[in-house]
């Protein structure tokens, strides 16, 4: 079964695509937590952060230079974002297929909520 993310990277599901080439896809989170929220994902399915394989480093980079483009486009840059990946349960991974969270646009407040 592709995951929900391979099918928004072949357009066989809607969304906001921001930026797609060869290796990743960028869209707007359904459920944006911040007045930008954007998830990079690559094209080919990694489950989860915990799944990178070594080979895959230069297609990992490629995805954070994509966010930093991005938050240049979207004009956050220069006051600055949060970058957030979940891994599987205790890190609130909702989506098994790796995303990049680009988030900003606002004071996002504590990195993690305090207990
Ligand atoms: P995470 O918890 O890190 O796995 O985040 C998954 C994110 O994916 C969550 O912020 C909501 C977003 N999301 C889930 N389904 C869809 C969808 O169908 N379209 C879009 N654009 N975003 C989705």
Redesign the pocket.
Known sequence: MPT?FER?VARE?P?DIVHQDDRVTA?????PRAPVHI?VVPNKPIATADDIDDSDEALVGHMFTVARDLARREGIAANGYRLII?CREHG????YHL?V?LVGGAPLGPMISAR
């Open positions: 929900l928004i599901l969304a869209f707007r989170d359904i459920h998830l979940n609130g991974q909702e989506v995303h969270h």
